[in-house]
């Protein structure tokens, strides 16, 4: 969850009115452990003090060409629940130097109603990512869930993967990616990340896919 962020618009068409700026790309970021986890048990975070710190300048730089952020909703309670835990570097995105639009995909928005920093919807990962571009007004949008970005693999919607990695093994959480009798991802390597070299930051586009199995399910909400 990325709080104190800008009150959601009442209206998301309003905010997108006028001219279109060109589409950002969607991109999916996450941090993982040696044993390929994003997460430790119940969305544990604390693990990420482990990470070699990159400089102020590294991060924001990072942070600025993202609009809007997709997160689910077990990583949204897990923030909520964990927020007096939880130190700068987990409690807001990109350590609070990213601004923009969080959107939390949920089968009971209604729920987050009284949170203004989200925006809660209850659609499938493909609506999802077109709103988000709507919102984003020609900025990048980042996915933060591996269920989410599972989803939108796929529907072949990832333009971009970055991905760090953090020296510390969990043993069990969140992995990055599971789909179980689900088709192989090829990845491209782009290049690294300047600033990043500790935490071996990388940035990969899709390359192609490879065999077949079950299609993506029709919501990411949870």
């Given at each position: 969850?990325?709080?104190?962020?800008?009150?959601?618009?009442?209206?998301?068409?309003a905010a997108t009115a006028g001219?279109?700026?060109?589409?950002?790309?969607?991109?999916?970021?996450f941090t993982a452990s040696l044993d390929g986890f994003i997460t430790g048990p119940e969305h544990d975070m604390a693990w990420l003090e482990a990470c070699p710190p990159m400089g102020g300048e590294v991060v924001a730089r990072l942070a600025e060409p993202v609009g809007v952020i997709i997160s689910g909703r077990r990583g949204y309670d897990a923030a909520?629940?964990?927020?007096?835990e939880r130190g700068?570097?987990?409690?807001?995105?990109?350590?609070?130097?990213?601004?923009?639009?969080?959107?939390?995909?949920?089968?009971?928005?209604?729920?987050?109603?009284?949170?203004p920093s989200v925006?809660?919807?209850?659609?499938d990962v493909?609506?999802?990512?077109?709103?988000?571009?709507?919102?984003?007004?020609?900025?990048?949008?980042?996915?933060?869930s591996a269920d989410i970005a599972?989803?939108?693999?796929?529907?072949d919607l990832v333009d971009e993967l970055q991905i760090f990695s953090a020296p510390v093994m969990l043993g069990d959480g969140t992995r990055a990616f599971s789909a179980p009798g689900g088709r192989r991802i090829d990845w491209e390597l782009v290049g690294t990340i300047p600033g990043a070299e500790?935490?071996?930051?990388?940035?990969y586009r899709p390359r192609g896919t490879a065999g077949s199995g079950a299609a993506a399910g029709s919501s990411g909400a949870g």
């Amino acid at each position: 969850m990325a709080p104190h962020r800008p009150d959601r618009p009442d209206d998301p068409a309003a905010a997108t009115a006028g001219t279109q700026a060109p589409q950002g790309r969607a991109t999916w970021g996450f941090t993982a452990s040696l044993d390929g986890f994003i997460t430790g048990p119940e969305h544990d975070m604390a693990w990420l003090e482990a990470c070699p710190p990159m400089g102020g300048e590294v991060v924001a730089r990072l942070a600025e060409p993202v609009g809007v952020i997709i997160s689910g909703r077990r990583g949204y309670d897990a923030a909520v629940a964990q927020a007096a835990e939880r130190g700068e570097l987990t409690s807001e995105a990109y350590g609070g130097a990213w601004d923009g639009v969080e959107i939390v995909l949920t089968h009971r928005p209604e729920e987050l109603a009284g949170d203004p920093s989200v925006t809660a919807l209850d659609v499938d990962v493909a609506e999802a990512i077109r709103r988000a571009h709507e919102l984003a007004d020609g900025k990048d949008v980042q996915i933060i869930s591996a269920d989410i970005a599972r989803q939108t693999l796929e529907l072949d919607l990832v333009d971009e993967l970055q991905i760090f990695s953090a020296p510390v093994m969990l043993g069990d959480g969140t992995r990055a990616f599971s789909a179980p009798g689900g088709r192989r991802i090829d990845w491209e390597l782009v290049g690294t990340i300047p600033g990043a070299e500790a935490g071996f930051g990388r940035l990969y586009r899709p390359r192609g896919t490879a065999g077949s199995g079950a299609a993506a399910g029709s919501s990411g909400a949870g």
